[in-house]
DNA sequence: ATTTTTATTGCAACTGATTTGCATTAAGGA
DNA sequence: TCCTTAATGCAAATCAGTTGCAATAAAAAT
């Protein structure tokens, strides 16, 4: 299933938000950086100065992320950061360079047996995996 | 290799910190809750009222992070949580009612294959596992 | 197409975690 | 014991993120 407008703008308003200038134009930032998690600083210098409130922007990345079209992480300094949504289940390799963010599928669980040893009962998970990307890796050569 | 006040005082001052009574004090408190990952407001409870300065809390946790001696992570909502250093190399699984956190160590890397395919040079990673543990699960009984 | 309802937005003020400048105090080596 | 310098308390500042309110603009109803 691929990501485009019509069906975020579906989604936002079927989550009960409207589907106004400024989430289309958040929405679009977004998707010209999918590569990227974005904090809402990020997002804000993309635009032209004045074109939109702070305030504005985090009621907004508010919306779609309870609309399931964004998902959010925190930075290593505890700022959100938040990208489209992908499709399939993933984790991540994280450019400590440039903030890029690759996906890798996860299925195995190797820490079944410390869930059973412990009788702890796992709701989710995160696995992020920090490094040099390829890209970067040339940049400093 | 026991974890020990002697131990931590002598990497403290081996960093170029001096061993002051408010850094033996916050010491104690986190030996005193090792199973958990503490934020500065959460120490800070667990203190006299009036006993030390919400800045020198911050302070302090800065210089031991400096030394080595703690570790620090930040929660969901983006607060800083600090826990005396475990010897060995773990990951975590942190009980989402309690807070408490339980280790477990990690050898495979079955995400080798992705760092490869990408050219992704690897520095760190970070496994969490969330849930609910169980002391917590008997709780809700 | 016009009116009506209600979400959205800008603005300014606010919160809560964390940091910083500065004067005072206290480690710990000489 | 003295002296140098880190450590501390206090108050003010910073910074991400939130909130109240009046004005505005979607989308629903007429």
Redesign the interface.
């Known amino acids: 299933m691929m990501i485009n407008y019509q069906n975020l703008y579906e989604k936002l308003h079927d989550a009960g938000f409207r589907v106004t200038a400024r989430k289309k134009l958040l929405l679009s930032v977004l998707l010209d950086n999918s590569d990227y998690l974005l904090s809402p600083s990020d997002i804000i210098g993309k635009l032209e100065p004045g074109t939109m409130d702070t305030a504005t922007v985090y009621r907004i990345l508010q919306s779609m992320h309870q609309a399931g079209i964004i998902e959010s992480s925190?930075d290593?300094q505890?700022?959100?950061r938040y990208k489209i949504c992908d499709s399939t289940p993933h984790?991540h390799?994280i450019?400590?360079s440039c903030g890029r963010i690759?996906n890798?599928p996860?299925n195995?669980k190797?820490?079944g047996k410390?869930?059973e040893e412990?009788?702890?009962?796992?709701?989710?998970?995160?696995?992020?995996?920090?490094?040099?990307?390829?890209e970067c890796?040339k940049k400093s050569d």
């Open positions: 925190l290593s505890g700022i959100s984790h390799m450019c400590t690759l890798f996860c195995e190797f820490w410390y869930l412990n009788n702890f009962k796992e709701t989710s998970h995160s696995i992020e995996v920090f490094g040099i990307c390829s890796q």
